[in-house]
């Protein structure tokens, strides 16, 4: 995340995790607005002026598919957490996978194998965080909403040229949603 302007150090550099979902909590500090409730980022403002970055868990989800013809049905998870990443695999439970970012930048040694006590913390974060169930599950309804919408387009004759007027051939796909929640 980058930050300039007034009240902002030129050329400042922090080495704090943070996360896109941290980007609107932090522009509503800065524009005066009041701050979100129950969001999964943190206000990071206080860091761009040379506070200390808040304790925070950064982790990201996202359901993977075997082919763009097949709908997403496979849950993937990863959450970072000081300089470790771990990263697990709902179809695939035996794979595990677990790196110091710091030491291993390129994610060569899997550690999972090697440090059990960082791995269980790891664990624990990512099933206090993690929501494979519902993921899968609403996964499940977009496509099936998909479905129906592309039926229904072909059913009421509406023709390619008219459905993508002025649509950019980049967007012409029909959209997945991704889910993000936060541990309550």
């Keep these: 995340?980058?930050?300039?302007?007034?009240?902002?150090?030129?050329?400042?550099?922090?080495?704090?995790?943070?996360?896109?979902?941290?980007?609107?909590?932090?522009?509503l500090e800065y524009t005066g607005a009041q701050?979100?409730?129950?969001?999964?980022?943190?206000?990071?403002?206080?860091?761009?002026?040379?506070q200390k970055p808040p304790e925070h868990v950064v982790y990201a989800e996202f359901m993977e598919r075997p082919?763009?013809?097949?709908?997403?049905?496979?849950?993937?998870?990863m959450v970072r957490d000081g300089d470790y990443k771990y990263m697990c695999f709902d179809k695939d439970?035996?794979?595990e996978l677990l790196y110091n970012v710091?030491?291993?930048?390129?994610e060569r040694d899997n550690l999972?194998?090697?440090a059990p006590e960082i791995l269980a913390r790891m664990r624990a974060l990512a099933a206090q965080y993690g929501r494979a169930r519902e993921a899968v599950r609403i996964q499940g309804l977009h496509s099936r909403f998909n479905d129906l919408w592309k039926a229904?387009?072909?059913?009421?004759?509406?023709?390619?040229?008219?459905l993508w007027y002025?649509?950019?051939?980049?967007a012409r796909t029909y959209p997945e949603i991704m889910i993000g929640n936060k541990a309550e």
């Design 1 to 27: 995340m980058g930050q300039a302007g007034d009240g902002i150090p030129q050329g400042a550099v922090c080495d704090a995790l943070t996360s896109i979902m941290d980007i609107g909590p932090t522009l």
């Design 35 to 50: 701050p979100m409730q129950a969001v999964d980022g943190v206000n990071m403002a206080p860091v761009f002026s040379g």
């Design 67 to 77: 082919s763009m013809q097949q709908p997403a049905d496979s849950y993937c998870f």
């Design 93 to 95: 439970p035996d794979c």
């Design 102 to 106: 710091l030491l291993d930048p390129g």
């Design 112 to 114: 999972a194998g090697k």
């Design 152 to 162: 229904y387009e072909k059913a009421s004759g509406v023709s390619a040229q008219e």
């Design 166 to 170: 002025n649509v950019p051939e980049s």
